[in-house]
């Protein structure tokens, strides 16, 4: 009975320690989020039918510490629908209330090049293109930072078949 006693203790003492470390985290961890916005998005050269870009993000960091990141992924979706993926290895550190771009090779796979021509081809009427972008910052103690940035593209009005 003392054995079950004791070994009840140790578990709730060890419970109470990663309980006090977890909030000590969240305090220490809990700042603004990181505002991410397309900077830019530059043709690359594919394969086949597949479409590929570099898209640069712009990431802007408004709190007091740095953070460090050793990679990124995005998804891009387009009207709705998944568009693109992208995965980056570059390393690098978002300054203390700074900002840096980051590039990121997206490829957009064949069919879904087909699936979204109609879908710009019916937003092309509109000029207007809801995106909805999302990531993730890899490295730290937590894994990484993820964030989301969403708007409207607005589309060329002349030539539609070029995208």
Same mark, same amino acid.
């Given at each position: 009975?003392?054995?079950?006693?004791?070994?009840?203790?140790?578990?709730?003492?060890? $419970?109470?320690?990663?309980?006090? @470390? $977890? /909030?000590?985290?969240?305090?220490?961890?809990?700042?603004?989020?990181?505002?991410?916005?397309?900077?830019?998005?530059?043709?690359?050269?594919?394969?086949?039918?597949?479409?590929?870009?570099?898209?640069?993000?712009?990431?802007?960091?408004?709190?007091?510490?740095?953070?460090?990141?050793? /990679?990124?992924?995005?998804?891009?979706?387009?009207?709705?629908?998944?568009?693109?993926?992208?995965? @980056?290895?570059?390393?690098?550190?978002?300054?203390?209330?700074?900002?840096?771009?980051?590039?990121?090779? $997206?490829?957009?796979?064949?069919?879904?090049?087909?699936?979204?021509?109609?879908?710009?081809?019916?937003?092309?009427?509109?000029?207007? $293109?809801?995106?909805?972008?999302? /990531?993730?910052?890899?490295?730290?103690?937590?894994?990484?930072?993820?964030?989301?940035?969403?708007?409207?593209?607005?589309?060329?009005?002349?030539?539609?078949?070029?995208?």
């Amino acid at each position: 009975m003392k054995a079950s006693r004791a070994s009840l203790i140790v578990r709730l003492f060890f $419970l109470l320690v990663a309980l006090t @470390s $977890l /909030g000590g985290c969240a305090g220490m961890f809990g700042h603004d989020p990181l505002r991410v916005s397309v900077a830019g998005i530059e043709p690359l050269a594919g394969q086949g039918m597949e479409m590929r870009f570099n898209l640069k993000l712009r990431v802007q960091n408004p709190n007091e510490a740095p953070i460090d990141f050793s /990679g990124v992924s995005v998804e891009l979706d387009l009207n709705g629908k998944q568009f693109a993926t992208g995965v @980056s290895d570059q390393i690098g550190t978002v300054p203390r209330f700074g900002e840096t771009v980051i590039g990121v090779p $997206l490829t957009v796979p064949a069919f879904t090049v087909v699936r979204q021509a109609f879908a710009f081809a019916d937003s092309a009427q509109s000029g207007q $293109l809801p995106y909805v972008l999302r /990531g993730r910052l890899a490295g730290g103690i937590t894994g990484g930072t993820r964030f989301i940035d969403q708007g409207t593209l607005s589309l060329p009005m002349g030539d539609v078949g070029g995208l």
